[in-house]
């Protein structure tokens, strides 16, 4: 292994300063991945298996989720999907559970049914388990706070937009029940000591600009941030936000919030240079390998793309090697190594490219 963990690292690029090396950063690393590396079966439940892939692989901390919903696909596995298969469509057709596929608010009397109280027990026991197990350097970076997405997922995109403007009144409801739940969660977080960030997983654009208008974002799902970020900051917890596409028109927000680091400058649409010259003295950034030139680029262009990255958006610190995404089961495992490979061969710092 390269380097031990330690999260003085992260802090450090966070704090927009020069670490020993450009840290690495991704929210996901699908556990065939971890598997592939370790040499042996990686799963949910074991806790143990995957502080070893975050360690031994050069990450500074070990994410895990609590709260509703899952990183990454809308799973069986999320807390949210299991309430749904117990209190709403238990015994029915397969997937009636996937909040992809499926909407489980369309009036007044679905919010009044829907079961919030079972959505607000959170399960703390991975934290618990991972506290006693971390490296002594290691973090939990806590993957919590879709707000957003939440929402309009219960609600379904066409009718949680029709409803912004026909019912906005059901809309304000369900983000406030939404935000609420999140908000709990944040304030057992932040007592957690083996914490040391919260990572706000929450998409808020396409690649042509924000899902809805920015006034909207502002009053039903910045509020939450604002409230977010202030709780973690008063207990030394930093706050990072994912969210792909286009935040141009939301960027200056973000700053304002005070969110310290931004994920992943989504490659499709955003000039990752362009940001950091904007924005760099004012947030860390993460960022953008694209997945598809893991899924189907060779390691010597991955190679190349990472070194450009670093000569370009390392230089002053507060840039982080990472996917355009998150590191996913279709990832080529030979570009993912080639993408770690690069980050230690080129991120020294002083950087010298």
């Known amino acids: 292994m390269p380097f031990e963990p330690d999260f003085e690292r992260l802090k450090t690029a966070v704090r927009l300063e020069e670490p020993d090396r450009v840290p690495l950063l991704e929210v996901l ?19 143990s298996d995957q502080i070893a892939f975050w360690s031994q692989a050069g990450y500074d901390y070990l994410p895990l989720t609590v ?9 069986q596995d999320s807390a949210i999907s299991k309430v749904i298969q117990e209190r709403i469509v238990s015994g ?22 829907f079961p919030w109280d079972a959505l607000s027990e959170l399960d703390f026991k991975q ?5 006693h197990l ?43 029940k939404v935000g609420q739940i999140q908000m709990d969660c944040v304030e057992r977080i932040v007592n957690t000591p083996q914490v040391g960030a919260v990572w706000l997983v929450d998409d808020l654009a396409f690649g042509a600009g924000p899902m809805i208008n920015p006034d909207m974002l502002r009053t039903y799902v910045f509020s939450w941030y604002k409230k977010i970020i202030q709780r973690c900051h008063e207990n030394g917890v930093l706050v ?16 304002d919030m005070g969110i310290d680091l931004l994920h992943p400058i ?41 070194k450009y990255l670093i000569k370009n958006v390392a230089p002053g610190g507060g840039y982080f090697v990472c996917s355009g995404n998150s590191v996913a089961e279709w990832s080529r495992m030979e570009n993912y190594m080639a993408m770690r490979a690069a980050a230690f061969r080129y991120g020294s710092y002083p950087i010298r490219l």
């Open 127 to 131: 934290f618990e388990q991972a506290g």
């Open 29 to 47: 690393v699908h556990y065939s991945i971890q598997s592939a590396f370790l040499g042996r079966t990686v799963t949910h439940e074991a806790i």
């Open 134 to 176: 971390l490296p002594e350097k290691m973090k939990i970076v806590a993957l919590s706070g879709k707000i957003f997405t939440l929402t309009w997922m219960i609600l379904g995109f066409n009718n949680f937009a029709t409803k912004l403007i026909l019912d906005k009144g059901l809309v304000a409801d369900v983000f406030q």
């Open 266 to 306: 989504d490659p499709t649409c955003q000039d990752i240079v362009a940001i950091k010259k904007r924005y760099g003295h004012k947030l860390a950034i993460a960022g953008n390998v694209s997945n598809e030139l893991l899924r189907s680029g060779s390691p010597a262009e991955v190679e190349e793309r990472v």
């Open 92 to 113: 029915e057709e397969e997937q009636s559970w996937n909040l992809e596929k499926n909407s489980f608010i369309a009036n007044r009397e679905d919010f009044e049914r």
């Open 240 to 255: 990072f936000l994912h969210s792909d596409g286009d935040l141009s028109e939301l960027m200056d927000d973000i700053v």
């Open 67 to 75: 709260g509703m919903m899952s990183p990454g696909k809308v799973t």
